[in-house]
């Protein structure tokens, strides 16, 4: 068998923004050739050459936008820009094209693995949980446009989280400084603190509101408003660990100071596992998510300014369900605004603070 060194067809190099730097790639040393379109930003196809005289506008047709890559920008406004009020309505990628990118010209895309000294150590060897019950596993994704809703999801599956999904949709994204989400989050502090009525701007709420919506479903749950609990013994007679990423299994965190472990705080966060990213991360729907109820996109550890590490200590079932268990199913998008978007979340401005 004989074998030959395979033929490289074209070779394009790009700055960060995706404008094409002609010296070093292969225009440079042939002029005639099949060009290829569809190049930068996840694929666009380059919009060029449409005049008789062979010149063109050089944009990248972004599906709801024009990009621009001399300049950077898109050339309409964001069809989402009240999702991003932090941002010029004309910006790419949040002015940072080395982490992310923007596809579809709605909202960027993480488009970088988590850093390598950011990995957690290997995963320890986690218990089967109570008896077995069927899992449900979801079709394969087709090739359409992102759909927040890939799969049916069953009514005895997690009968919590259809209310969750429904306290979402009606407090729309707003923030806990206003109704209706002061009141959701003031009434499920009170439930875990024995009638206190703390002021949600002020006491972190994201473990209060999973108590009160499992408890609410006559599931069994820590009855507890600190996050830290729920990471700890009083966990484990509410609530058994499973091995897999089950729909609306609750997701713990910590938070540490370092990306090695080493050194814990006190703090941390719960939210409900709704889905997967292609790429890997989980879609947590939880509370006091940027200040309200909403879909926020998670590695299994990553640093976000003013917290430190968060790490995803373990995937969590009410001791007391027996209903099957449904694997999260892979969304088509990865965009944690597109999800919240579709799912009738409208976020005021894109953060993914905690607590």
Request: with cysteine.
């Amino acid at each position: 068998m004989k074998q030959s060194p395979a033929l490289a067809l074209e070779g394009i190099w790009f700055n960060p923004f995706g404008l094409a730097m002609t010296g070093i790639s292969d225009r440079a040393v042939k002029s005639q050739c099949f060009e290829n379109k569809f190049r930068f930003n996840g694929g666009n196809e380059l919009q060029n050459k449409e005049f008789s005289d062979g010149t063109g506008l050089e944009l990248y047709d972004a599906t709801y936008r024009n990009y621009d890559a001399q300049i950077g920008r898109f050339n309409q406004i964001d069809p989402l820009e009240e999702m991003a009020e932090d941002w010029s309505t004309y910006s790419f990628a949040m002015d940072n094209p080395i982490l992310l990118n923007d596809p579809l010209g709605l909202a960027p895309d993480d488009i970088v693995p988590d850093y390598p000294d950011h990995k957690p150590p290997p995963p320890k060897p986690i218990p089967i949980p109570h008896p077995p019950a069927p899992i449900i596993e979801p079709g394969p994704m087709p090739n359409t446009p992102p759909n927040p809703n890939p799969v049916n999801i069953p009514s005895d599956v997690t009968p919590w989280m259809p209310s969750i999904l429904n306290d979402a949709k009606i407090l729309g994204g707003q923030t806990e400084d206003d109704n209706p989400t002061w009141n959701l989050a003031q009434k499920a502090l009170n439930f875990t603190m024995g009638g206190v009525n703390a002021d949600p701007t002020e006491t972190p709420w994201c473990a209060s509101y999973g108590c009160y919506k499992l408890r609410n479903s006559g599931a069994s749950a820590p009855r507890s408003a600190a996050s830290r609990d729920w990471n700890g013994p009083l966990v484990f007679s509410k609530l058994n660990e499973v091995c897999s990423p089950y729909y609306g299994s609750i997701v713990v965190f910590r938070d540490y100071s370092d990306a090695k472990l080493k050194t814990p705080k006190t703090t941390g966060h719960i939210g409900f596992l709704y889905g997967l990213t292609p790429n890997g991360k989980y879609i947590i729907l939880g509370g006091n998510q940027g200040n309200t109820l909403r879909f926020s996109i998670f590695s299994n550890l990553q640093y976000i300014k003013g917290i430190g590490y968060m790490h995803i200590e373990g995937f969590f079932m009410p001791k007391n369900y027996t209903g099957p268990l449904l694997i999260a199913p892979i969304h088509s998008s990865v965009s944690t605004n597109f999800i919240n978007v579709m799912n009738g979340v409208f976020i005021r401005k894109d953060s993914q603070s905690t607590n």
